[in-house]
């Protein structure tokens, strides 16, 4: 245990048909709390205190790809600066891998199928659950190093990501980790105009790109999440958010 106190229908890949993950209350006691929505549909719920005062990341991965210590460090620190809860903001990291490691070619409904049989923390009275997996292999879609596929879910592609980081004139994994972890959760906080509406219209209007900020010097930019980008974190932190995307978190609930 870790204590750390403080993408739409089609995977933000930056999810599909949904299944049912589990039972799980609301923050009145009645009828459970749905994780398998769209990314993007509980955005308020994670940007505001309203309903949800306390927000727990459970941490789960396949055998050989546990994240670093220092990129759950960064998206703690992320989630802390943006959204409202007052109850403080929890990752829990399973002690136990999923196992063994297959190095397949992920679908978004493989993910899917992995969260149903292995989540275990969902949400319960004035505690929102989140959900990170990261799987080895890499995803249908070439490039891709991460996915927002539920409402309160996202997964990173570890095997992919190893393969692109730590050598000479690569980043290193945990920055990798970070910056990718820090974008899917972007997605499933309503980013950009997905669950979140814009202050300022601000989405990128390039097809293709879904719902990405049209500033490529924001985290929320759509090559963000691809081996694309990783060039740009040699020598830097992940990129913060832009103006733009902090005022739509901010007029949402978030800060």
């Not at 505001?48 to 960064?74: C, I, N, R």
């Not at 659950?129 to 539920?150: C, P, R």
């Amino acid at each position: 245990l870790l204590l750390l106190g403080a993408l739409a229908l089609i995977p933000s890949a930056c999810g599909d048909s949904p299944t049912d993950p589990g039972d799980n209350g609301d923050p009145n006691g009645g009828t459970p709390y749905a994780h398998d929505r769209s990314a993007g549909a509980s955005a308020a719920d994670l940007l505001s205190d309203t309903d949800f005062q306390h927000l727990v990341v459970e941490v789960q991965y396949v055998e050989g790809m546990a994240p670093e210590q220092t990129a759950l460090d960064d998206l703690a620190d992320f989630l802390e600066a943006r959204l409202t809860k007052p109850g403080g903001i929890e990752i829990r990291v399973d002690d136990q891998p999923i196992g063994p490691a297959t190095g397949t070619t992920y679908s978004a409904a493989d993910i899917r199928a992995l969260e149903a049989e292995h989540r275990e923390i969902f949400t319960s009275g004035d505690t929102l659950a989140t959900y990170l997996l990261v799987v080895d292999g890499e995803y249908e879609q070439e490039n891709v190093l991460g996915i927002a596929y539920y409402n309160t879910s996202t997964a990173l592609f570890g095997e992919k990501i190893q393969d692109n980081t730590g050598g000479l004139g690569q980043p290193s994994k945990a920055r990798v980790e970070a910056t990718v972890a820090m974008h899917e959760f972007g997605h499933i906080m309503g980013l950009v105009d997905n669950g979140t509406d814009m202050v300022t219209e601000h989405k990128d209007p390039e097809p293709g790109r879904g719902s990405h900020c049209d500033d490529d010097g924001c985290l929320m930019y759509y090559a963000v999440r691809t081996t694309d980008f990783l060039s740009n974190l040699l020598d830097s932190a992940p990129p913060p958010l832009d103006q733009n995307c902090v005022d739509d978190l901010r007029a949402n609930g978030g800060r």
